[in-house]
């Protein structure tokens, strides 16, 4: 009995030393974004603690700026429509790597997921050295074209994973109702990896949504996003302005988390249903 006392004592041990560890490692995550948010209603011209009282001047000045709104309003046509043509596109490749059968798949793949794993300054590079003979510089196509390759490497991903756990007997049965191709994945497939589609969709309209460097090489003065903007006021006038647009983009990411998370719930409760 003693020893049993003696290795619970120590497994309690551990486990509250693992809790502090995590704990420990999550503030020192979240010091960052938990010091920017109080700063967004400061009612002070500086960015210093102790603050100088509450107010809401910094958002008002984001929201009725035209400099301000205009980055905003480039970064969502630019993230949706990178998004819409990342995703079919992503759906297409993912939907080739699983069902056809060649030599050579994983180098496809490899050269897919490449934008992941190259280092974005080299491939912002490439794309203004791509795109600069072609006028694809300084203009929304261009743009919308870099982003949809950065962003379509999740999409495939997360569509490809959940196509793994698919039924192609279900397709096959479509097939010999006599259901073409296309009314199969319309009616039979994409139902089933919807929330596959919709992770990949939201992690693209992300990583375009935040994505800075391309846009520095690529885009002229009339396609400034947001984060363009905010780097742009970190280097030349430091504004308590940027607090507020920071605060805004991480309640903006953490919806999106929190509709990832409720999507790969409903993709295990499916699952588990097909099961």
Not at 159 to 166: D, I, N, R, W
């Amino acid at each position: 009995m003693r020893s049993t006392h003696t290795r619970t004592g120590e497994e309690k041990f551990w486990i509250t030393l693992l809790w502090v560890g995590a704990v420990g490692v999550l503030f020192f995550l979240m010091a960052p974004i938990l010091a920017i948010i109080p700063l967004s209603f400061n009612g002070g011209q500086f960015l210093t603690y102790p603050l100088q009282g509450f107010s809401l001047r910094w958002y008002e000045a984001f929201f009725t700026d035209p400099v301000w709104i205009r980055a905003l309003r480039n970064s969502l046509i630019i993230g949706i429509a990178s998004t819409i043509l990342a995703t079919g596109l992503g759906i297409l490749a993912s939907l080739g790597l699983v069902r056809a059968k060649f030599r050579g798949k994983g180098l496809v793949m490899a050269v897919l997921l490449s934008p992941m794993i190259v280092p974005v300054v080299i491939t912002a590079v490439g794309f203004y050295l791509f795109f600069a003979p072609l006028g694809l510089t300084a203009n929304y196509p261009g743009l919308i074209l870099a982003h949809t390759a950065l962003a379509a490497p999740f999409v495939v991903i997360s569509v490809t994973a959940t196509l793994q756990g698919f039924d192609m007997n279900l397709a096959r049965a479509a097939a010999s109702l006599g259901a073409d191709q296309l009314t199969t994945f319309r009616r039979v497939i994409l139902p089933l990896i919807a929330p596959g589609v919709a992770s990949g969709a939201l992690f693209a309209f992300a990583t375009s949504f935040d994505e800075v460097v391309v846009v520095l090489l690529v885009a002229g003065p009339e396609q400034r996003t947001l984060p363009r903007e905010m780097f742009s006021g970190i280097r030349e006038n430091i504004s308590p302005t940027i607090t507020a647009v920071a605060t805004v983009l991480i309640l903006f990411s953490t919806l999106l988390l929190i509709a990832l998370e409720a999507l790969r719930r409903r993709n295990e409760r499916m699952r588990g249903l097909a099961g």
